[in-house]
């Protein structure tokens, strides 16, 4: 099997509902995700998947739907002030952890039909989350 791995960089706003710490409160992150890719094969060119082609798809939706935007719970109380003012946000009908946002960014991947393994999101340089749909339980 081959694996090719690809970083993206991206800053995002976020709050976690039904939390006693202190995420509760409406705070940024410059958030780092690694996007896993396998296969068995390789193309003629010697390639999984052209980094660039990885770019243009995952790169481009993460710039353009979550990159400096409040990502928030359809519940979140925020949500109706921050819409009112015209401020970016992207809505989701779960709590904005890393573990959520990770599925979030693979199952977009997946929806890209781009053979994704797993995706790791930092949210901070010492706390990550990754999803993936591992088909071995040794994983
Ligand atoms: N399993 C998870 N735990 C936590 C999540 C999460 O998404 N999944 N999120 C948070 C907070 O949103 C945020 O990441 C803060 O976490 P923390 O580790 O406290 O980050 P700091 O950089 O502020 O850490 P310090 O060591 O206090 O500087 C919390 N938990």
Request: overall charge negative.
């Amino acid at each position: 099997m081959y694996r090719i791995t690809q970083q993206i960089d991206f800053c995002y706003g976020h709050r976690l509902l039904n939390y006693a710490g202190k995420c509760r409160n409406l705070h940024g992150h410059n958030g780092r995700v690694q996007i896993s890719l396998e296969a068995a094969e390789l193309d003629n060119r010697g390639m999984l998947i052209d980094f660039t082609d990885i770019k243009k798809s995952i790169a481009t939706w993460i710039d353009s739907e979550l990159d400096h935007r409040m990502i928030l719970h359809e519940d979140d109380p925020a949500l109706s002030m921050l819409l009112e003012l015209n401020e970016p946000v992207y809505v989701i009908s779960y709590n904005p952890t890393a573990e959520n946002i990770a599925r979030l960014i693979y199952e977009f991947a997946n929806s890209e039909k781009l053979p994704v393994r797993e995706v790791t999101l930092w949210e901070t340089p010492k706390s990550s989350a990754t999803y993936g749909e591992w088909s071995s339980p040794s994983h």
